[in-house]
């Protein structure tokens, strides 16, 4: 008889049960003077205990600021030193840290501020083309030309400071900087007396994600969820106090803060962040300069890095692990990391924001074929089960949604009973949308998505969401958004436009539109105008027609 596709992950080690911050407490008293975080594009290198320090000086000025149990703060930045201070120190003080995207632009932003109930916002200096603190102004204008604490916010009521990552704070804001010495106003001994307050099942992050539809949701997780699945995560690639891990990834992502930060703090082993956003010269400088012994990335990143005209220049010879995952990786890719880069080890994971991230894993000792054909066997301590639209589980080589449970699962969404009954069932089956298989063995194949989601270049992309901007536009009817496979970024925008009788608009003004207001990976490639969209019968818009004529469209240039 066939097996069900269900399975369970290894239990033969116990799950950590303590919070973030009695886990950073703990290293840093195993591992005091290995480096803990090389932050190269700040010149910055800290111990742990030089880590726990600088962490423990953010969280008393949390502390002296007023910060609660329970507070969201918001942190809107690309990767620094700062931002894993402040997810370090946010978790000692039971506060609950908001992800923001870097590359949102002031909508993006005031809906999560809002929907998050942010009170306070760790906010970025400026960084490429974004002036982070020039949008927020825009969006709470009562800052300009004010002292901190003497605004008060029309559009977020909630909000009640914001800590300026910039040499000098603009008005209205305290400068990071200032969060240390107001530290002196509270004893270590409050810090301590906080920490001893909290609870490993306390929420300590959310992410904003749009789940399987619809608009970004906040995925509420627990010190509990996300400390564990660092830390098995990293147990799987075996990372040790000896680890040096090149972080590219983001961090206001789970691939950075969780797979990356958490898996190394578990570890002992060291963060290293080559730079503030992905730049494949930066990365390849860091493996060779830091001698890392692993590397994360999307597959995006992978290929940048392979085809990259000046490789060949660095020794990656210390390279031995590393994890590829967010999208599916091309098998060619995957081949090239382990041959061309030395990752002899590297390992695929697969997960979402939802389950903290990662619910499976391939192995160091999965052979090639395994490695490139799945994504992994179910993680310790968790479940997979494979089902039918009927919710019934399938037998082995049947392709049906996955879903995962165990220690992972989200708390919920945040603020959104309904949403949060939708994702996870009576019984804590996260149902991720995912199309899967699983084999005899237990290794699942992800086949599909039966979301209406599009990942480009490891940014998840939710259609709706850019069609409802679009329909902002004077001259634009409707609108429908479609992913087609792209190369460099596995999958790339066709938005499908038709517009008002008597109006015009060209592709440029479209994108210029965009650009102006939505996040920079958002905004369509291409774009298709058309008198009427593919419909069925019954009136449905026939996107996968629209994905079929597109890529046909492309191809004959
Ligand atoms: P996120 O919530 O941003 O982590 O995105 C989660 C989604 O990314 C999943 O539901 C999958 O659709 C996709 N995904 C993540 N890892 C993989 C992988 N290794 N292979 C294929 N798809 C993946």
Redesign the pocket.
């Known amino acids: 008889m066939t097996e069900l596709s269900y399975s369970r992950g290894r239990q033969d080690r116990a799950l950590l049960a303590m919070t973030i911050g009695a886990a950073l407490d703990a290293t840093a008293r195993r591992f005091p003077l290995r480096e803990a975080l090389v932050v190269r594009q700040q010149g910055l290198r800290y111990t742990w205990a030089e880590l726990v320090e600088a962490v423990d000086l953010a969280a008393r000025g949390l502390l002296a600021l007023g910060i609660a149990q329970g507070e969201r703060v918001g942190i809107w930045a690309p990767n620094c030193a700062e931002w894993c201070i402040a997810q370090f120190a946010c978790a000692k003080v039971g506060a609950i840290l908001v992800n923001i995207n870097p590359a949102y632009r002031v909508g993006e932003l005031g809906y999560v501020l809002e929907r998050s109930g942010c009170s306070w916002l760790i906010c970025a200096d400026r960084f490429k083309t974004s002036d982070y603190h020039a949008m927020l102004v825009e969006l709470v204008p009562e800052l300009a030309g004010r002292r901190p604490g003497a605004w008060q916010s029309t559009a977020l009521p909630a909000l009640r400071g914001v800590i300026s990552l910039a040499e000098a704070a603009p008005a209205g804001c305290l400068r990071w900087g200032e969060l240390a010495q107001r530290a002196q106003a509270v004893p270590p001994e409050q810090l301590q007396a906080r920490a001893a307050g909290l609870q490993f099942d306390d929420p300590v992050n959310i992410?904003y994600?749009s789940?399987?539809t619809g608009f970004p949701k906040g995925?509420t997780l627990s010190h509990y969820n996300i400390l564990n699945n660092g830390h098995l995560v990293a147990e799987s690639l075996g990372l040790t106090e000896h680890g040096r891990l090149v972080i590219p990834v983001p961090l206001y992502?789970?691939?950075g803060m969780v797979m990356g930060n958490l898996g190394c703090l578990t570890h002992g082993s060291a963060m290293i962040y080559p730079s503030a956003a992905f730049e494949p010269l930066a990365v390849l400088q860091a493996v060779a300069e830091e001698r890392a012994t692993a590397l994360y990335g999307v597959p995006t990143m992978f290929i940048a890095l392979l085809d990259h005209p000046e490789r060949a220049g660095f020794d990656l010879s210390s390279l031995r692990t590393g994890i590829?995952?967010?999208?599916?990786?091309p098998i060619e890719v995957m081949k090239r990391v382990i041959n061309e880069m030395h990752m002899r080890e590297v390992q695929?994971?697969?997960?979402?924001?939802?389950?903290s991230?990662?619910s499976?894993q391939t192995g160091p000792h999965d052979d090639l074929a395994r490695r490139v054909g799945s994504?992994g066997r179910t993680q310790p301590h968790l479940e997979s089960k494979i089902v039918d639209e009927h919710g019934r589980i399938l037998p082995c080589g049947q392709i049906g949604e996955?879903c995962t449970r165990g220690y992972s699962v989200m708390l919920g969404y945040w603020n959104d009973p309904e949403a949060t009954r939708a994702a996870i069932d009576g019984a804590r089956w996260m149902h991720?949308?995912?199309l899967a298989v699983m084999d005899d063995d237990g290794y699942i194949g992800?086949v599909g998505?039966n979301?209406d989601?599009i990942?480009r270049g490891?940014?998840?992309i939710y259609p709706r969401e850019i069609e409802e901007f679009l329909y902002r536009h004077p001259a634009v009817a409707d609108a429908q958004v479609v992913g087609i496979p792209d190369e460099r970024y596995g999958e790339e925008l066709v938005a499908w436009v038709r517009l008002h009788p008597g109006h015009s608009a060209d592709a440029e003004a479209l994108r210029a539109f965009c650009r102006q207001h939505i996040a920079h990976f958002k905004v369509p490639r291409h774009f298709t105008f058309v008198e009427d969209f593919p419909m069925t019968v019954t009136g449905k818009v026939q996107k996968f027609r629209m994905r079929e004529i597109s890529i046909a469209a492309l191809k004959a240039g």
């Open positions: 992410q994600t789940g399987t995925a992502h789970c691939f590829m995952a967010g999208s599916t990786c695929i994971a697969y997960g979402m924001t939802e389950t991230p990662v499976t994504v996955l991720t949308g995912d992800i998505r979301k989601m990942i490891g940014e998840n």
